[in-house]
Each structure stands twice: as structure tokens, then as C-alpha cells.
């Protein structure tokens, strides 16, 4: 079962934050980000393991919540290439492969 | 990128028809996945590959069958194309020490 993202899109003016949360209804091992802009392909952003440290890339941050299932994504003062949809992707650990969730649509604006 | 080169990167075939999509790889990485995109699904796993002729269902596997005779390469075909698989398939190579996926960039079937 896919992993549920919220919001399904955000549009956002350049220098504002967001925060996208994906969530499961299974016990995971971890959780990783992608991006993808429009007409590429996704583009890996960061893991999150089961007891690991919040992660960062660039003024992009994530935290995983292990007895909830979630983990959310933190854009800090966002920028124009920041556009594009976020991709979380979760693994229970027990040789499954990732399982995708619908994305969410970001859009920085000027 | 990972060295993936996907081919071919467009087609339009006609319902019925078998068509086959290949993937390639020049760093040696062990998992090969194939998946396609579609608007309102993100990506779902049709089949993946562990080894040299290794390989298991993802979750949207009907219709579908691989191949991988060689490490470099990853061939997904479909029998008898159908217009429900008309769609975006990406490949992807997964790094194992850090579990990063590495996409290929994209391959669009078109099919009437």
C-alpha cells in the first residue's frame, strides 16, 4: 500500500518554508526523499533509517517518527529551484522495495 | 547520473504488439528496478532485478516480464501491449551502501 503525502500541492513565494508529511500504515525501516522536476527524472534527496538522526540537505531537513509511521520534510527559505514534486518513498525492511507515495506538487513563486 | 542510459526514450506502438524497453548501467550496481510513472500513482514498482538472472514481481507486475542475462543489463518487455500501459517507465540502479536509488531518464510509451 502506497504511503499517503499531504499536502498534494503547495505553491509558495521564494523565501517561505513548507513542510511535507508522509505517512504509512506500516512499521518502517526507512524513508527516502526524491525530487523531480518536470520532464526529468526523480532525484534522491535523503534517507531516513529507523533510530537515525534527522537528516539535511542544503536548507532541506527531514525527520522520521518511527511509532507513527511518518516522517515530514522541511523546505527552509525556499527557492525557485526548489520547485517540483516530492516523492517519499518507504521500506518495512523485510526485503520489500521502496513503495512511492503520489507526490506532492511544490511551486515557488517570485 | 550512475551511467543509466534507458532505450528507447520514446515509442508509439499499437495495441497487440510486444515492445521492449532496455536498460543499461556501466557501474556494476547489483539492484536493478523498473518502474512506471503515471499522474495520481507516482511511481509503482513493476519488477526488480538482485542479480544475473534474478529477479522478483513488484507490485504492478501483470503484464510485464524482465530479463537480465548480463549485470549491465536490465530489460523489461511487454507481450502484447496494451493502451493501460501507456505510461512513463523509469529504470533505477540502487546503490547498496546507502540504499540512494539512481534513475534512469525516463522512457515514454505510447500505446494506441
Known amino acids: 500500500q502506497q504511503p499517503v503525502q499531504s499536502p498534494q500541492a503547495v505553491i509558495l513565494r521564494e523565501g517561505e518554508d513548507a513542510v511535507i508529511n508522509c505517512s504509512s500504515s506500516k512499521a518502517l525501516y526507512s524513508v527516502h526523499w526524491y525530487r523531480q522536476k518536470h520532464g526529468e527524472a526523480p532525484v534522491f534527496l535523503m534517507i531516513?533509517?529507523?533510530?537515525?538522526e534527522q537528516m539535511r540537505h542544503e536548507k532541506i531537513s527531514a525527520s522520521f517518527n518511527e511509532k507513527k509511521q511518518q516522517s515530514s520534510l522541511y523546505l527552509t527559505a525556499s527557492q525557485l529551484s526548489y520547485s517540483g514534486t516530492y516523492f517519499c518513498?518507504?521500506?518495512?525492511?523485510?526485503?520489500?522495495?521502496?513503495?512511492f507515495g503520489t507526490g506532492t506538487r511544490l511551486q515557488v513563486t517570485l | 547520473d550512475a551511467g543509466i542510459t534507458q532505450s528507447p526514450r520514446h515509442k508509439v506502438t499499437e495495441t497487440g504488439t510486444p515492445v521492449t524497453l532496455r536498460c543499461h548501467q556501466t557501474?556494476?550496481?547489483?539492484?536493478m528496478y523498473w518502474y512506471r510513472q503515471d499522474p495520481g500513482h507516482g511511481l509503482r514498482l513493476i519488477h526488480y532485478?538482485?542479480?544475473?538472472?534474478?529477479?522478483d514481481k513488484g507490485e504492478v507486475s501483470d503484464g510485464y516480464s524482465v530479463s537480465r542475462s548480463k549485470t549491465e543489463d536490465f530489460l523489461l518487455t511487454l507481450e502484447s501491449a496494451t493502451s493501460s500501459q501507456t505510461s512513463v517507465y523509469f529504470c533505477?540502479?540502487?546503490?547498496?551502501?546507502?540504499?540512494?536509488?539512481?534513475f534512469g531518464e525516463g522512457s515514454r510509451l505510447t500505446v494506441l
Open positions: 531516513l533509517l529507523k533510530g537515525g
Open positions: 533505477a540502479v540502487e546503490r547498496e551502501n546507502t540504499g540512494e536509488l539512481f
Open positions: 557501474e556494476n550496481h547489483r539492484y
Open positions: 518513498g518507504t521500506d518495512t525492511g523485510t526485503a520489500s522495495k521502496l513503495t
Open positions: 532485478s538482485y542479480g544475473v538472472k534474478d529477479t
